[in-house]
């Protein structure tokens, strides 16, 4: 029995002349008055603004804290059998015999600078140390932070965070795009990969709500991996320049970047995209991912020649196989929150009274951070009644509140990162199938989750392990951890190296982190006007610099709407709200894709032809 072809016939309305000549109007005008409704809301009403985003955020997570571990979770499994079934796993994304379009070094290095470089600077050393602090093995009172017996769990999260499960989030989208824009040449933007579900609905307006959740996730994600990189940025200068001003010095914290510093750093970084952007992704975009991987390995050269690499390697294997170990566990063990009610149920009788008074502290998932021991923090802030209970009461107490201390770090940690990639997600998969043509799926899953995925392990431990190794062993006597997360890149140099060599590394560094920025930016911007045009690869100029001019008034709103606050909170908190719609929208792309390989794979054994039309 045949099996009908395949809906192709999408259809994007674009107008036909004026300013928004070739795109769709409904996805350009919403996707523009979010955005510029979010600025005004910043820039007018920023405290209300910065305290509505807290609250909702709070909400969000306390309601899908499991829903975003689950699904992502899902995606990583999904493409493990995608890439290991046959027939699925040989199929060409595009004519058979078809060549790729870039060459297999430019391929990865576009991957690689879109996908994670920023992330990477800035995080390098950042998170190895943070989760050496603690973790989640940490928080349950299993071992002690910034010891060496924490070394292995702050890798298996560190591993977790930038790893398969990472990378599975673009490649679900990516793979998604590239499939039917190749092989039933179908526009390349994200309502094709809802059409096997949803057929020609995705041409009216449920197909413009999903194109204006992937430009909003995108915007919003591509802002919070600009605001790390310009911080880490401005870290460099300053370290480079010694200008004061770049800087906010507060008594007890280490020096961190200002806001006017910021803000300065932001409109230097995002002229230089928007000039990168408009020259296009086979100039700009490719020239600079291969500096970014030139100056990288340079980088990564210099930590293997003077830091500490026999302990980065030996760091490397065990990590790796305590992270496959746990790779289940990672994927689904997911935390909700712990109420007051539940706790107080399920304390000690002794306890109960002072339930409201131990509550806190024992669901506190910060209270074992930087190498303190967390049940001895939370006896210690105890007072009064709740003082005086006897040890292995208080003991208890602590065990019981562990689930609400789980929850309040992975919400913190891992929520926080799967949010950021899948917001992330429609910018780096539409990238990545734009530089894919011609590629098999089981190529495409190997080559954007597994490759990126086993070099990010490396330049953890490589950098990373470098810092915990000088801190470990006393050599750098708290340089490193009492650094800003955005400094500790610069600090762990200071640590190994000295001289002119240091300052040219750092020259070396600031340069690599203004690339990554650029690359970052201007592909985002260049994906932006990609679904607004309903999916054309050729956009105008035009819309590349209002994009871009719009990206950065919303990271800049942002920023100055902190008030106090971390300046990164305010940019955070929008992401992970923004992230959620579309992270629905990836949970049905997938249930789609699984449909059009299934269905294919029919028609091949039918020999029903799928003609594009």
Not at 501 to 514: G, H, K, Q
Request: hydrophobic share 50%.
């Amino acid at each position: 029995m045949s099996i009908k072809p395949p809906f192709t016939n999408l259809e994007i309305k674009t107008q036909e002349g004026g300013f928004y000549k070739d795109n769709s109007l409904p996805i350009a005008l919403i996707s523009k008055g979010i955005m510029v409704a979010l600025v005004l809301w910043a820039l007018i009403w920023p405290g209300n603004a910065t305290s509505n985003l807290s609250s909702f955020n709070s909400l969000l997570l306390a309601k899908f804290n499991v829903f975003y571990i689950i699904i992502v979770g899902l995606f990583a499994f999904f493409l493990f059998v995608v890439a290991v079934l046959p027939k699925t796993g040989a199929r060409v994304m595009g004519t058979p015999g078809e060549a790729p379009e870039f060459s297999n070094f430019s391929w990865f290095s576009m991957m690689f600078g879109a996908g994670l470089g920023v992330g990477l600077m800035v995080f390098a050393t950042a998170e190895p140390l943070s989760l050496w602090g603690s973790n989640p093995v940490v928080v349950a009172g299993e071992v002690t932070g910034n010891t060496e017996e924490a070394i292995q769990s702050a890798y298996r999260y560190t591993f977790a965070h930038y790893g398969f499960h990472a990378w599975a989030i673009y490649v679900v989208t990516g793979l998604s795009l590239a499939y039917y824009a190749y092989t039933r040449d179908m526009p390349l933007t994200i309502r094709s990969a809802l059409t096997p579900l949803f057929g020609k609905l995705m041409n009216g307006i449920l197909g413009h709500i999903v194109d204006v959740l992937g430009v909003v996730a995108t915007i919003l994600g591509v802002s919070v991996t600009i605001g790390f990189g310009v911080s880490q940025f401005i870290d460099g200068l300053y370290n480079i320049t010694d200008m004061s001003w770049l800087m906010t010095f507060k008594e007890g914290e280490p020096p961190a970047p200002s806001k006017v510093g910021l803000i300065a750093g932001l409109l230097i970084i995002m002229g230089l995209s928007i000039i990168s952007a408009v020259s296009g992704v086979g100039r700009g975009v490719k020239y600079l991912s291969n500096l970014n991987l030139v100056l990288s390995l340079i980088l990564l050269g210099t930590f293997v020649i003077a830091g500490s690499f026999a302990f980065a390697m030996s760091t490397y294997v065990s990590a790796f196989i305590d992270y496959i170990i746990n790779f289940v566990s990672i994927s689904f063990g997911a935390y909700g929150p712990q109420s007051a009610a539940e706790f107080a149920a399920a304390i000690p009788e002794a306890a109960k009274p002072l339930a409201a008074d131990l509550y806190g502290g024992a669901t506190n998932a910060w209270g074992a951070w930087g190498g303190s021991d967390g049940f001895e923090t939370f006896k210690s802030g105890l007072a009064g009644a709740a003082a005086e209970l006897d040890e292995a009461t208080l003991a208890a107490v602590y065990e019981v509140g562990n689930q609400g201390r789980q929850f309040g770090w992975q919400s913190g940690w891992t929520t926080f990162y799967w949010a950021w990639w899948i917001a992330f997600s429609p910018f780096v998969g539409l990238f990545l199938a734009r530089i894919s043509k011609g590629r098999t799926v089981r190529e495409f899953i190997i080559g954007c989750v597994f490759a990126p995925a086993l070099v990010c392990f490396a330049w953890m431990t490589i950098l990373g392990g470098t810092a915990i190794d000088l801190e470990l062993t006393g050599n750098a006597a708290g340089a490193i951890t009492g650094a800003s997360q955005t400094n500790q890149l610069f600090a762990t140099l200071g640590q190994m190296i000295d001289g002119g060599l240091l300052s040219a590394l750092t020259v070396m560094c600031v340069v690599l982190i203004m690339t990554f920025l650029v690359t970052s930016a201007d592909s985002g911007i260049l994906v932006m006007n990609t679904i607004m045009s309903g999916g054309s690869q050729e956009t105008g100029i035009k819309h590349r610099i209002v994009w871009g001019i719009i990206l950065t008034a919303v990271i800049g709103a942002l920023i100055l709407a902190a008030g106090d606050q971390n300046p990164m909170e305010a940019l955070k908190k929008a992401m992970i709200i923004g992230a959620l719609p579309f992270t629905m929208v990836m949970g049905l792309m997938m249930i789609s894709l699984t449909k059009a390989l299934y269905r294919d794979g029919q028609r091949d054994k039918n020999n029903a032809s799928t003609p594009a039309e």
